[in-house]
């Protein structure tokens, strides 16, 4: 008996107007530039040559992150749902803010616990971390097959921790997992074991 399990490929958005701006995103809804477009183009175009297949594309509703995913789709021929769960971390007042501006006004304390929201009104780390495990758990109830997710660096962090049941990084320590432009990894899960396994890793 063949043993059915979920496939998915973790991958985050090409490069967007605010990489170029040198400004806090998050919630900042800044779209894919147009170097952003052919990272994106290329990295379907690899999968397409190679002869990757997705059952359905999972993608935040961020602009940026639905963008790649529907010029994925569009190469693949895969249908795109969008699930807001996805979004990038909501860094509240951060959004769109010079990194210098945001440190004037917001400066970084010296230690800030899980429980407490980023610049005061954005998420507190367990936030991400129980929206990434609300947001996995929703992909694995669609049962076998093989997915992709197209979101943001901080949520797929916040998902990767889930999947090595990782504890939250505080104030930068702990376990990062490195997603640059189009970069992804590949995971399998088998429901019948819950047991995980990562099998491969593309920084960009």
């Not at 097959?145 to 998902?159: C, E, P």
Request: charged share 25%.
């Amino acid at each position: 008996m063949v043993e059915e399990v979920i496939s998915i490929t973790f991958m985050r958005h090409g490069r967007s107007r605010a990489d170029d701006e040198q400004v806090h995103e998050g919630r900042y809804d800044s779209p894919l530039t147009a170097v952003g477009r052919e990272q994106v183009n290329r990295r379907a175009r690899q999968w397409l040559e190679h002869g990757v297949h997705f059952n359905t594309i999972v993608a935040s509703t961020l602009a940026r992150a639905r963008e790649s995913a529907e010029i994925v789709g569009r190469i693949l021929q895969v249908p795109v749902d969008l699930d807001p769960d996805w979004m990038e971390m909501d860094n509240g007042p951060l959004a769109g803010l010079s990194f210098a501006e945001a440190q004037k006004l917001y400066p970084r304390p010296a230690f800030r616990n899980p429980y407490e929201g980023l610049a005061g009104s954005g998420e507190s780390e367990w936030d991400l971390q129980s929206r990434a495990a609300r947001a996995m758990q929703r992909l694995v109830r669609r049962g076998p097959g093989q997915y992709l997710v197209v979101s943001h660096g901080g949520i797929l962090n916040a998902a990767m921790r889930h999947v090595v049941s990782a504890p939250l990084p505080l104030n930068g320590q702990g376990i990062w997992f490195e997603f640059g432009d189009t970069g992804y990894y590949e995971a399998v899960y088998a429901p019948a074991k819950h047991q995980w396994l990562l099998k491969s890793h593309i920084y960009c």
